[in-house]
C-alpha cells in the first residue's frame, strides 16, 4: 500500500522525466494507467465493504406498514444482523438425508408390512445377553457369539414379529380386547400409543397380583360400558353391568415378561394367549407367541409396541368395515335381567350373582 501510494504522488514528477536508456513515454503512460485502474478498484471494494457491513435493511410492520427505529433498540438491530447473516450463509454446508429421528417409531410407526431385516437391525433388535445368562430354551433363536454375547437370528425375529400382527389383527378384527404391558421404565409412551392404534388397554405401572384370579374383588367396582359394532356407547346398561363378571383380556401383549411372570402365569391359568419379548435370558415358554428381541432397547421395544398397535388398528378397521356391511364380527351376549329376590341372596356380590343366574 505504501508503495502504490508513493508512485502514485510522484508517478507524475517520475513520468516528467526523461529516461534516456530505460524507459519510452508509452511505457510510462500505461504503468500510470494500470495504477489509477487499481486505484479506482480499490475505493469501489472499500466502499462496498463499507455498505455491506452498515447497512442493515429493515422490515416493514405489517400492521403499522412503518420501518421499526433501530437507533434506539440494539436488541432488535442485532436480531436483525443475526437474521441476515444467517440468509447470507444458509446455502453453505451439507445436508444429511435421511437422518434417525427417535420420535418416529411413537408417532407414525411402521407397519406390519415395512418389517425388514435393516429395520431390526437399526432398532438392535439383534444384541442379546452375555452367554453366562442365557436360558437354553432360547438356543433355536440365537444367530451366534459375538464377545462373549449373545446374538438373536434376525432371521426368526421377522417371522415371530410377523405372526404376533396376524394374532393381534385377528383379536381386534373379531372385536377383542388386546391388554399392552410394559411397566419398565420409558415404556409407558410406546404401551399408551401402541393401546390407542390397537383400540385396547395399557398397563405401565405394577401388576396387582390377583387381578385375574381374584378380579371380581380386585377390579369388582371398575367401571364398564356397553358398545355397539361401530363402538358407539350405548346408553341405559349400567346398572345391568352389575350383575356381570369382570371383564379379562382377550389378548396379553408383555414387553417385559422377566418382571410380569406373575401376569403371564395367572393368563396361564384362565387360557388368556400372550405375547411378549423374549430375551436370550428369559423363558420363551412363558408366552403363548413369543418374539425373540432385545428387550433391553429402547428403540427395539417401542418397533415391536408399534408395529403390533398397527396390527390391531388394521383389525379395528376391517371390523368397522364389515359391520358397515351388514357383517357383526363377533356374537354379542345376552344380558339377562336379575330379579331383586336373587340380589337379596347373594347380597349384591356380582360374581354370586353371575352364578346364580347360570345355575338357574
Known sequence: MIIRQVLIRHGRRIAARQFRYYATEADIKGIEASLDRSLKETHSIESLLQNESSEVVPQIDNESHTTPDYNNDQVAADYQS????????AHLGSSITPHYTPHTLLTHPPPPSAITLPLLLASQSHLGHSTSLWNPLNSRYIFGIRSGIHIISLDITAAHLRRACRVVSGVTERGGLVLFVGTRKGQDRAVVNAAKLAGGCHLFERWTPGSITNGHQILGRCRMQVVDEFDQKIPGLENELLARPVLKPDLVVC?????????????????????????TDANPTWVTYPIPANDDSFRCVQLVAGVLGKAGE?????????????????????FELKSSEEEMKTGGDAEAIHHAGGSG
Open 82 to 89: 443475526i437474521k441476515r447473516q444467517q440468509s447470507l450463509t
Open 255 to 279: 414387553l417385559n415378561p422377566l418382571e410380569n411372570w406373575v401376569m403371564l402365569h395367572e393368563c396361564g391359568l384362565h387360557g388368556i394367549p400372550t405375547v411378549g419379548i423374549i430375551d
Open 314 to 334: 388394521e383389525g379395528q378397521r376391517r371390523r368397522r368395515d364389515r359391520a358397515k356391511r351388514g357383517d357383526v364380527t363377533y356374537q354379542p351376549e345376552a
